[in-house]
């Protein structure tokens, strides 16, 4: 990815750091096995001007829950897709992995800066080097690093958002990683370390940091700061994320979600929709992996579905219609490939989707397929 280059004299006016919604990862984020003020812009509503919020939550009945005669394979042959599970305005359909261990074993990003093995710093530990677009990280513990594309790490001179899925050896040396910028009002950081912002932005965001625009990532984050009416000085997405009303919305429609999954150990991801329409697919090529990043990536799921209003009687998005978007993803031809850390990201694109699958080098295995719709 090219680097966002500012003039000096503009850089403190453009910048703006944004932070994640404080959800931990499953398993307290442990170790797994094989992330001046602008004018808001308005964003298009169906019919008014706020969206409504789903409805209180009510006790699961347990209707929807996939089940081994529920499950069928996809012509991929290595996933099966579950029975969608439909709640108010939410769709998830559970995805389940065909393929078996030993699955790498990864330290997730939590994990590693509260056991002091990963530190997080702008170039060079440097001020004066900082970039918008890159950091550094180091490994110095004994597993890889496993860097969730879309989670948030917030301090030095501005929050940020890791630009894709990395993979950190444990060399102990400073690897250069790809990030956007979440806030567009602040340049500067006494410490040029960084934090866990244990959380990802949500599929919005994401789509706009996969067009590879850090333009459009300040324009999304601008949006939802708008929406959930968490405007700051530094414009920083963090206000929305750490927000006490908005975790009040999120949490219970993330447990209710989580109570209705499959209990399957192979377990490898979720396909997402809002209206009956898809909005992203999230398949790891490691259930363990996934099972330490799904509270995350719920999180992050609902925290879009409030951004969208309910429309009565929508349908959940079908087991056959999350087959042909993941089916659309995996054909899609593939228009760059990135290197990031240990990892390489194959971007693709389709008419309506872009994605990515991401491989770790060393051991030749995806680690995940990430499908988001246009």
Request: with cysteine.
């Amino acid at each position: 990815m090219n680097r966002l280059k500012v003039p000096a004299f503009r850089v403190f006016c453009l910048f703006a750091a944004t932070a994640a919604l404080s959800v931990p990862a499953h398993g307290g984020g442990g170790k797994s096995a094989d992330k001046s003020p602008r004018k808001p812009e308005s964003q298009p509503r169906p019919t008014t001007t706020k969206p409504d919020r789903p409805a209180r939550p009510v006790r699961s009945n347990g209707r929807g829950i996939a089940t081994p005669s529920a499950v069928k394979a996809t012509t991929a042959g290595d996933i099966q897709m579950g029975a969608p599970i439909q709640f108010h305005n939410i769709s998830v359909v559970p995805v389940l992995t065909s393929r078996r261990g030993p699955f790498q074993k990864y330290t997730l990003l939590e994990s590693g800066l509260e056991a002091k093995t990963i530190q997080v710093r702008e170039l060079k530990g440097n001020s004066g080097a900082a970039q918008v677009n890159s950091v550094e990280v180091r490994n110095r513990g004994k597993e890889p690093v496993y860097l969730l594309g879309g989670e948030m790490i917030l301090g030095g001179k501005q929050d940020r958002v890791i630009a894709r899925d990395t993979v950190i050896a444990a060399s102990g040396k400073w690897v250069e990683v790809a990030v956007f910028c979440v806030e567009a009002g602040r340049w500067r950081g006494q410490n040029m370390k960084f934090s866990a912002g244990k959380a990802m932005v949500d599929v919005s965001v994401r789509r706009a940091a996969m067009s590879g625009s850090q333009s459009e990532v300040w324009k999304e984050v601008d949006k939802k700061n708008v929406l959930h009416g968490t405007q700051s000085a530094t414009q920083t997405y963090r206000r929305t994320i750490q927000n006490g009303e908005v975790r009040k919305k999120v949490r219970p429609y993330v447990q209710e979600l989580k109570s209705r999954l499959p209990g399957n150990p192979m377990l490898a991801g979720l396909v997402f929709g809002v209206n009956g329409k898809i909005h992203v697919a999230d398949i790891f090529g490691n259930p363990v992996l996934f099972g330490d990043l799904s509270e995350k990536l719920l999180s992050a799921y609902v925290l879009e579905a409030l951004s969208h209003q309910v429309v009565p009687g929508s349908k959940p998005v079908s087991t056959d219609a999350a087959e042909q978007f993941v089916g659309r993803g995996r054909k899609a031809r593939s228009k760059k490939v990135i290197k990031s850390g240990r990892a390489r990201s194959y971007r693709k694109e389709a008419d309506d989707l872009i994605g990515a699958e991401t491989v770790d080098e060393k051991s030749g295995k995806t680690l995940r397929e990430t499908y988001i719709g246009k």
